[in-house]
């Protein structure tokens, strides 16, 4: 669902070398089992990086599927925000605006990469937006022809009824290391959660 990678841009070596373990697991997983990646506000233009990923520009999501006669969107989070991020957006995943950020930052010993680690490592992934369920209802007003809307992006590891479908937005791993498996429709829940334990 997109920001697997605090930093990972296609056209910036330097945030490779920082995450080339991830990145090797990922192609190696991706040869037996077959890998869906929506790129996030944190990472992208990985196609290079991935070539055996099926992988989502913000531009193609949310994305559409069907499980058991239900259908699905999937999207990262951040694709419908606001006209001023969007411009952001558009300007900070241009290749060209990429390859000027690695060369000023390869310059200057990587003091913009190193600096966007220090903020980062100072976010809290985990908070609690308390207003989520009416900022989600103002956020997804359009009417979207689906059982499921799932994303990202937001971490609020919450569930809820729109007035067409039902919403669920992931919690970052990284706060409660969870991860969730697709299970029949004939419950209540479509996804049912796990707790992740090294070695299981």
Do not use: W
Not at 37 to 65: C, M, R, V
Not at 94 to 102: K, S, V
Request: net charge neutral; with cysteine; proline share 2%.
């Amino acid at each position: 669902m997109g920001d697997i990678f605090d930093a990972l841009f296609g056209q910036v070596k330097y945030t490779h070398k920082k995450n080339a373990e991830a990145i090797s697991l990922l192609n190696q997983i991706s040869q037996d089992i077959e890998i869906i990646y929506l790129e996030g506000n944190h990472d992208f233009n990985l196609q290079n990086l991935f070539p055996n990923i099926k992988l989502f520009k913000i531009s193609q999501q949310p994305i559409a599927t069907t499980f058991e006669n239900k259908n699905i969107l999937l999207s990262h989070g951040d694709f419908n925000a606001g006209f001023g991020y969007k411009i952001y957006s558009t300007i900070i995943r241009n290749p060209l605006t990429l390859y000027l950020l690695a060369f000023i930052d390869n310059r200057f010993s990587h003091f913009i990469l190193n600096k966007l680690d220090t903020i980062l490592s100072k976010k809290n992934d985990c908070k609690t937006m308390q207003t989520f369920e009416e900022f989600t209802q103002q956020r997804l007003t359009q009417h979207y022809n689906c059982d499921y809307f799932i994303d990202g992006h937001f971490h609020q590891n919450q569930t809820f009824q729109m007035s067409s479908f039902t919403y669920i937005n992931i919690g970052a791993f990284a706060c409660n290391q969870r991860y969730f498996i697709v299970k029949s429709t004939q419950n209540k829940e479509l996804l049912e959660e796990h707790i992740f334990s090294k070695g299981i």
